[in-house]
């Protein structure tokens, strides 16, 4: 995409610590942006008032999502798994349905989303995600194979989409872009640790980078030691 090209972005799941650095990005890039949170967490963008258009509502209603994001060259959309109301699948066709034709559409999700099933996971973080889905089932807060279900229909979309697939994330000041690789297993990926700032960078920089389009990117941070040792190896 010509990079000129973006000028409006809608930012879906705004309120959230992913949401707040992708807000802060955008603004950085000089971007209008539009985001969508529930009501009562509108007051979390309280630093970025004046700043930026807040639209109230959850973030699966279709209603919602079509007046945010009519209008915009992007769509920033973090699929979160909670409640157990097809939330995170029902946020993806929302985005799908109403997004204008050939605009840039960058999810937000982690490893345990497989493409292509050409993903190879640690015994440990298998185990990982089969105790969550089961703990999340029994309390009834979080629905982790619904987050399945979103990726499954954006995979099959003919849209211009991405589909970013972090890490374990943590807080702290950037390092800079996150490198990446297609598939969960490749060594480069091995420290399995990404700041949530910089997860935010990848996200908003995804908007303008063509060879994303329709890529599913694993992201690890740059400052890892596998990242570190990938570019020495490249180096020599
Ligand atoms: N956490 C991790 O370790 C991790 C690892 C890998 C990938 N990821 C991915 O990173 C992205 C961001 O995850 P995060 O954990 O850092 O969370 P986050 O950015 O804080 O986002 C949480 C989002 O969920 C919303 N939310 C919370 N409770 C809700 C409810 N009951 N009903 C509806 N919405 C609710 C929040 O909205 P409000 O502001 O309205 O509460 C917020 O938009 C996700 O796509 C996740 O899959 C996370």
Redesign the pocket.
């Known amino acids: 995409m010509d990079t000129d090209r973006v000028k409006r972005v809608c930012i879906i799941?705004?309120?959230?610590?992913?949401?707040?650095?992708m807000v802060g990005h955008a603004l950085e890039r000089g971007y209008e942006v539009v985001g969508v949170?529930?009501e009562?967490?509108v007051p979390?963008l309280a630093a970025f008032e004046g700043r930026m258009t807040v639209v109230p509502g959850?973030?699966n209603d279709p209603e919602v999502i079509r007046r945010a994001v009519a209008g915009c060259d992007g769509v920033l959309t973090?699929?979160?798994?909670?409640?157990v109301r097809q939330?995170a699948s029902g946020t993806a066709q929302a985005v799908l349905d109403h997004a204008r034709p050939g605009a840039r559409l960058v999810?937000?999700?982690?490893?345990h989303i497989t493409r292509d099933g050409k993903d190879t996971y640690s015994r440990l973080f298998l185990l990982g995600v089969r105790i969550a889905t089961v703990l999340a089932k029994l309390v009834r807060?979080v629905e982790l194979d619904d987050?399945v279900e979103a990726c499954r229909r954006v995979f099959a979309s003919d849209t211009r989409w991405t589909v970013v697939?972090?890490?374990?994330?943590e807080e702290g000041e950037s390092q800079g872009m996150p490198v990446w690789s297609r598939h969960v297993g490749d060594p480069v990926l091995a420290g399995n640790l990404?700041r949530?700032v910089d997860?935010a960078l990848f996200m908003v920089a995804a908007l303008t980078d063509d060879t994303l389009v329709q890529e599913a990117p694993a992201i690890v941070g740059c400052r890892t030691p596998s990242a570190l040792a990938h570019a020495e190896g490249s180096r020599s």
């Open positions: 799941g705004a309120s959230g610590k992913l949401g707040q650095y949170c529930r009562r967490s979390k959850d973030t973090v699929l979160v798994p909670w409640g939330y999810f937000s999700c982690g490893w807060a987050q697939r972090g890490s374990s994330l990404t949530r997860f």
